[in-house]
């Protein structure tokens, strides 16, 4: 069975840093993708950040230059550091990971992480 842990969350003041951990209970390179999404209060869920099995990476618009994510295969680990954080970035976060079937593909989701960033 699939589970995805994340930890690294909490409180933190505007400009400051967090790196968010995602743990995954099988080898990660068996997932063709593997993300961070996002939901704020009253908000949709949204993508944040992926990364594919080649290392390509991909990051809404709101985070690049300040977010990065990485993956570490010997840990079946993959990281958001997340640095000059804003008041608007805070959402409980959630890791994601896609593997793709034959026909179509499973989605598995940790059961996210509270980032709140202070003024």
């Known amino acids: 069975q699939v589970q995805l842990v994340e930890s690294g969350g909490g409180l933190v003041q505007a400009g400051g840093s967090l790196r968010l951990s995602c743990a995954a209970s099988v080898i990660i390179s068996r997932f063709n993708v593997m993300g961070w999404y996002r939901q704020a209060p009253g908000k949709q869920r949204e993508l944040v950040a992926t990364i594919t099995t080649g290392g390509f990476t991909n990051y809404v618009d709101s985070v690049k230059g300040r977010f990065t994510i990485s993956r570490d295969n010997a840990k079946n680990t993959v990281y958001l550091q997340m640095n000059s954080l804003k008041p608007e970035d805070t959402a409980v976060y959630y890791c994601?990971?896609?593997?793709?079937?034959?026909?179509?593909?499973?989605?598995?989701w940790g059961q996210g992480t509270q980032v709140t960033v202070s003024s």
């Open positions: 994601h990971a896609r593997q793709w079937r034959a026909v179509g593909y499973d989605n598995y």
